[in-house]
């Protein structure tokens, strides 16, 4: 895992100075320390050192582009990445696209809704994180059956999205507050912020109606989920997370799933 561990420092060292330029989070190093714990999660759970032993790597894709981080690091890694993203964010700027014409990772803009401009088959991993809870409930259904579509035989999905029922929403839901992102959600260009987070059991079980099978499941902490708007009260739940996760993990703030493509019986 410590070849992970520096493709992700190598990704941080490179995206700071660039996004800290733009008065964005990424480049704020209190959100780094707690995003970094994130994302290495997610590249833990996709690595293999039989992946790069191979003469021609894995085809990776990754939907939302986002910060980048994880389509660099990848790259690192040793894997052959394709990145989509939305042609209305305001992140894909010159001096950021120019990082990953650098080290060959296309970007492909298309709106996802619009399903994947891409073949049957034709990667071997599929990244979507941190972007379910951004879509349309209805639309999901049809853009995992998308992912489905573009992987191949026994490919992997590695998924990640706030958890529903993490503990600082406990209290919210007994003293009769929204747990749920806002009913008109905030705007960002032609995409939103959160329109519907999910607990782990209907994270599941869109994922077995889809054909996925789940491999590994873990949990992660990140208070910046914590809709409290008092911070003294917002850093106590943080305290109290941090005690209470080891002997609760699916009380966590962050899901992190592996699954793959079930083969198909006929």
Known sequence: MNHVKKAL???ISILYPILNTQNLPLGDKQFIKVWYKHYLKILQLSYSPSHIKQTIPPRVLEIGLGY???????NFMGYKVIASEHPSRELIKKDFLNIFLKNEIKIVLHDLNDGLPFH???FDIIFFCDVIEHLYPWKIHFILNEIKRCLKKDG???LSTPN???FSNIPRFLSGRRINPSLIP??????????REFSFKEIQYLLQCEGFKIK???FGLIPFFDLTQNKKIRKLNY???KLLFPLFPWYGDEIYIKGSKKCSML
């Not at 980048?68 to 990848?74: D, K, P, R, Y």
């Not at 905030?186 to 329109?195: A, R």
């Open 9 to 11: 420092d190598k990704t």
């Open 164 to 166: 529903l029922c993490r």
């Open 239 to 241: 305290v109290i997370s």
């Open 216 to 218: 590994i499941v873990k």
């Open 68 to 74: 980048g981080v994880i389509s660099l690091a990848l």
């Open 156 to 158: 992997e999905l590695i």
């Open 186 to 195: 905030q705007k960002f260009g032609e995409t939103f912020d959160h329109i």
């Open 120 to 122: 049957n088959s034709c």
